[in-house]
């Protein structure tokens, strides 16, 4: 089946450092390829996806440009703040209609210290 | 955003007793899953629900667990019997549409089997 690998964490920087959490997956689909956000006590939120090869992502900072020849979606942030502190997920979309689903990397925790 | 319930958002039970995890997904969504979460791992797919029917399910998807959504109601997992591997936070997302389209995830049941 499908699969998602990301960066093992957890990545600790300081205030204003760049980020870059890598990701990369295995199908034999055209998926959709998704980051999503889970901070402490809560649910994963999307980040954004991007649904087609060769095209950009990005939300708040973050981007993501889906590789299809390399098979990534690397995460990236210029300047990280205390409030990006979460664990992030890449994660694709797997399957048709009714079957379709998601399937995670293993989270990346992510620390930012003033 | 749009917002999925989760009730309860923790219970403590005893081992091979029943446990029933509620959820109110976002109203027009017709597309339900349930994923969990063992404490700091990766989200795990369980199953996904359309059409009154489960479409597919994992391997962590065992026989004591069952999942429904009566006339439009709570999309439910129980579990029957519990056991103490099934310790996790259960989280449920809905989605508009299947295949690339967005999960929006509740912020999820702590179950704990004692």
């Known amino acids: 089946g499908d699969s998602v690998t990301q960066t093992e964490g957890p990545v600790t920087l300081s205030e204003g450092t760049s980020l870059t959490v890598n990701c990369s997956y295995e199908?034999?689909?055209?998926?959709?390829l998704f980051w999503y956000v889970q901070y402490p006590g809560e649910g994963p939120q999307l980040l954004f996806k991007?649904?087609?090869?060769?095209e950009k992502g990005s939300s708040r900072g973050f981007e993501a440009t889906y590789n299809k020849e390399a098979t990534s979606f690397h995460l990236q942030k210029a300047s990280v703040q205390e409030s990006d502190s979460a664990v992030y997920y890449c994660?694709?979309?797997?399957?048709?209609?009714?079957?379709?689903?998601?399937?995670f990397g293993e989270g990346t925790k992510l620390t930012v210290s003033s | 955003g749009p917002k999925v319930l989760q009730i309860p958002s923790h219970q403590i039970i005893d081992m091979g007793q029943m446990v029933t995890l509620n959820c109110d997904p976002v109203s027009n969504h017709l597309y339900f899953y349930w994923y969990k979460q063992i404490l700091g791992q990766q989200m795990e797919f369980l199953v996904n629900f359309y059409n009154g029917k489960v479409m597919e399910k994992s391997k962590l998807f065992k026989d004591q667990f069952s999942v429904e959504r009566p006339d439009g109601s709570y999309f439910t997992l129980k579990i029957q019997p519990t056991a103490l591997e099934d310790s996790a936070v259960y989280f449920c997302a809905s989605s508009l549409e299947g295949a690339g389209n967005t999960l929006y995830f509740g912020e999820g049941s702590r179950l704990i089997v004692v």
């Open positions: 991007v649904p087609k090869a060769n």
């Open positions: 199908t034999k689909q055209y998926p959709t």
């Open positions: 994660a694709l979309s797997e399957g048709q209609g009714g079957s379709a689903k998601l399937i």
